[in-house]
């Protein structure tokens, strides 16, 4: 019907080796953006940017991150907080210290300084590995919690240990702060998630990203065939801490404008990092999406469902939140344990045979 | 047929739960599960049962009914900042988070939609200069009144010198647990005392490691600046420790019935900090049980009134109403607008007569707020537990904490965050 190859004849190898090979994945590609970029931003408001499509989008990026490095690269971390943490207290410092830079930059130079601490809590996996490198990470992670709060320099000094975003403009409207409106808080984490997508999309279809699977599906053979662990597994940290770096400088400046490391980047969030990919599927761009969508907006609308349409207690509605959630998890993980994105393809599979499935 | 009977259910459900809608809209950000639920659903009782109050008995304030539609946060920032946007359309009055955390979120937003927060002993208390922080009141104390207070109370214990004396700070680590470190630091300067700071990370079930350290360093004293499970195992640990009890002063975060029953009767005797009264004997909770309780209407479970935090709720409450009361008095207008609302707040004066008329008299103390001060006289008071009788009581006064001291630090602070933020300090 919709969804099939018969009829796009491809006539050169670029065209063949494209990102969407199939006409109907490019032209729906196109028109997600195009909702994205041109008709999302003028019909927003406050409660849809700040509860829903902000965290949705950050959220998305943290998870590319972990999937880089958990789906394609086979490293189990628990450390996502810590990073986020390090990206958003990056992020702060470059702010206050350099205040006419522009914030696009302190976020990609965030990201960067992540890397560079996520490579060196890299190095212990060259020697570990499943759940002794994910003690390793959860070492990452509380070290860095325990950094922040400890010395004062990162939050320069402040009475409570709490950072604030100052405002700072793109083009001269504000995208942090408090007067930032909602359609530009959305855009610049829209340009965000598109440029780390994109990016990481064609890192992983790339002789890197292959390397990083041949790793994942064994180490040893891959180590044989000249694949290089070290270089492998290091830039896999990197990358992923990258991505994880400016979702944590977004999440800090635009998203919440003032954070503590404990409250804001503790375990539970790496913890939630971990279960938008497992849940999305591992080794899948599209499934960080989709875990991202799944466990941000499916409590809000729970709430609403809860709270505002039946009128229910909202301690009952918050309790009910996390059965449904923890149920839906459980469903999924033995329904489908390759995640959201296997039910894609697989729906995506079905419509290609369709009306003649063998 | 069963789609068409769901939608039809749903429907009526829809418009049977959409509530009558009330004029005056009070918010409450309250956190009825998670870590800190034990506190978070007293106080958010009796903010509820206050308004409800008013509403059955007086018929709402000034004729116009109150509402208070609650949104749980769990104590976390994230869902604050849904909650406020998610309630801020309602006509919101005046915001009240009960977290310092979603404090500091909130701060620079209701500068910009000009909707006050009431942040009642919490918060950031540089908050108090009211040239700064212009939609910011966290009268009648806050934290750095509170640490003072505490340092008077042991001034007191040891004739006026505490020369030479080792005091330490036990604190939540995060925003609320280190407010109180530069007062402190600057009355050890001042009183000659020495001050260490050991900190809980949260949520604070394990506190062996800190005990240990109270244990070799032995300090005279010890204020604590918990919140929700830390403060019970504290007292335990203390218990465990064999610190006298008399020596150990909770903040009045960490001094409700939750934190020392758990320890029985060897948390007889620990103090906290207070800056209203305790129990239920107040003509107002008679009112509560006839109007509020007797008719099925108690917010909850209806099993906290009386409780410390359910009557702080409870005076949040009052001092909300007072201010929404005052406001309809100084424009003519009962359903008044969230701007005539801060306004209000700016100038509100409560006096014992106030009290005595609410049917809470000597309830709190007597301030005023003006402009340049929103965060009131910084008057408190001590506690203290009582494991046989099970009940907390006020062994002092309410008295002033050093202001000299505070103020100069929160004009310095609040100075530093106006010129952070480019806000030129002035009051119109």
Redesign the interface.
């Given at each position: 019907m919709l969804y099939r190859e018969a009829g796009d004849f491809k006539t050169s190898y670029p065209e063949d080796s494209q990102t969407f090979p199939i006409a109907f994945d490019r032209w729906r590609y196109w028109a997600v953006l195009a909702i994205a970029f041109l008709v999302i931003p003028f019909v927003i408001n406050?409660?849809w940017a700040?509860?829903l499509m902000v965290?949705f989008l950050i959220y998305a990026i943290a998870a590319i991150g972990l999937n880089i490095l958990t789906g394609y690269c086979g490293q189990v971390s628990l450390g996502t907080g810590g990073f986020m943490a390090v990206g958003a207290y990056a992020c702060y410092k470059l702010m206050t210290a350099f205040p006419d830079v522009n914030i696009v930059f302190h976020v990609l130079l965030a990201g960067g300084i992540t890397a560079a601490v996520g490579a060196a809590f890299g190095l212990p996996s060259l020697r570990i590995k499943g759940f002794y490198l994910a003690v390793a990470t959860l070492a990452a992670q509380f070290f860095l919690v325990?950094l922040f709060?400890k010395v004062a320099w990162f939050y320069n000094y402040s009475?409570?240990?709490?950072i604030?975003a100052?405002?700072r403009f793109i083009f001269g409207t504000a995208v942090t702060?408090?007067?930032a409106p909602a359609w530009a808080q959305y855009l610049v984490c829209l340009v965000f998630v598109t440029f780390c997508a994109v990016l990481a999309r064609n890192l992983t279809r790339g002789s890197l990203g292959r390397s990083w699977m041949a790793i994942r599906d064994m180490d040893i053979a891959a180590e044989i065939i000249g694949v290089n662990p070290l270089k492998a597994k290091l830039t896999a940290f990197a990358v992923s801490s990258f991505f994880i770096g400016i979702s944590g400088a977004l999440f800090f400046a635009v998203y919440?404008?003032?954070?503590?490391a404990?409250?804001?980047f503790?375990i539970t969030k790496s913890f939630l990092v971990l279960f938008m990919v497992i849940l999305g599927g591992l080794g899948s761009i599209f499934g960080s999406f989709a875990g991202a969508a799944f466990l941000v907006i499916l409590p809000?609308f729970l709430?609403i469902i809860g709270?505002?349409?039946?009128?229910w207690?909202?301690?009952m509605?918050?309790?009910l939140q996390l059965v449904i959630v923890g149920a839906l998890i459980m469903f999924f993980l033995i329904k489908e344990p390759h995640g959201l994105a296997q039910l894609w393809r697989l729906a995506k599979e079905k419509l290609r045979l369709w009306p003649f499935p063998y | 047929m069963t789609t068409k009977k769901l939608m039809t259910a749903?429907v009526v459900?829809?418009m049977?739960?959409?509530?009558v809608m009330a004029d005056l809209v009070f918010p409450s950000l309250?956190y009825?599960?998670g870590p800190f639920?034990a506190g978070g659903?007293a106080f958010a009782d009796g903010y509820a049962d206050y308004f409800t109050l008013l509403n059955e008995r007086d018929g709402g304030i000034g004729g116009v009914m109150a509402s208070v539609p609650?949104?749980?946060t769990?104590y976390?920032?994230?869902k604050g900042?849904?909650c406020y946007?998610?309630t801020?359309?309602e006509g919101a009055l005046v915001y009240q988070p009960l977290a310092?955390?979603i404090t500091?979120?909130l701060?620079?937003?209701v500068?910009?939609d000009g909707i006050p927060l009431h942040t009642m002993g919490y918060g950031?208390?540089?908050a108090k200069n009211g040239e700064v922080f212009r939609h910011t009141f966290n009268y009648p104390v806050n934290y750095w009144d509170g640490a003072s207070a505490g340092v008077n109370h042991f001034l007191d214990l040891n004739d006026g010198s505490l020369e030479g004396r080792k005091i330490t700070l036990l604190h939540f680590?995060?925003?609320?647990g280190?407010?109180p470190?530069?007062t402190l630091e600057a009355l050890a300067e001042k009183h000659g005392f020495e001050l260490t700071t050991i900190?809980i990370?949260?949520p604070g079930q394990e506190q062996k490691s800190q005990w240990l350290q109270i244990r070799r360093e032995r300090p005279d004293y010890i204020l604590f600046w918990g919140w929700g499970v830390m403060n019970q195992v504290a007292v335990q640990e203390a218990a465990n420790i064999g610190y006298p009890m008399e020596n150990f002063m909770g903040i009045w975060w960490s001094g409700s019935e939750n934190d020392v029953l758990p320890a029985g009767a060897a948390a007889d005797g620990y103090k906290a900090l207070a800056f209203h009264e305790m129990g239920s004997d107040f003509p107002v909770f008679d009112d509560i049980q006839t109007y509020v309780v007797d008719a099925g209407k108690a917010a909850?479970a209806g099993d906290q009134i009386g409780s410390v935090l359910y009557n702080r709720g409870l005076y949040a409450a009052f001092l909300a109403a007072e201010a929404a009361a005052d406001a309809q008095e100084a424009t003519g207008e009962p359903e008044i607008t969230a701007a005539m609302m801060r306004d209000a707040m700016e100038s509100l004066e409560i006096t014992a007569q106030d009290m005595e008329d609410a049917g809470i008299p000597g309830f709190g103390p007597v301030f005023s707020v003006t402009c340049q001060n929103h965060g009131g006289d910084g008057l408190a008071s001590v506690a203290q537990w009582d494991a046989t009788a099970q009940e907390w009581s006020l062994i002092s006064d309410f008295f002033p904490s050093d202001g000299e001291v505070v103020n100069a630090l929160i004009k310095a602070?609040s100075e530093a965050f106006a010129a952070?933020?480019?806000i030129t300090p002035s009051c119109d």
């Open positions: 406050d409660y700040s509860s965290p325990w709060n009475a409570s240990g709490q604030n100052p405002e702060g408090p007067s919440l404008g003032a954070v503590e404990g409250d804001s503790g809000v709430k709270v505002d349409v039946l009128g207690p909202t301690e509605v918050a309790h | 749903s459900a829809l049977a739960a959409t509530p309250s009825r599960t639920a659903i609650e949104c749980e769990a976390n920032a994230e900042v849904e946007e998610a801020k359309a310092t955390s500091y979120q701060i620079p937003k500068e910009v950031r208390t540089s680590n995060g925003a609320y280190k407010e470190i530069p900190a990370d949260y909850g602070d952070e933020n480019d």
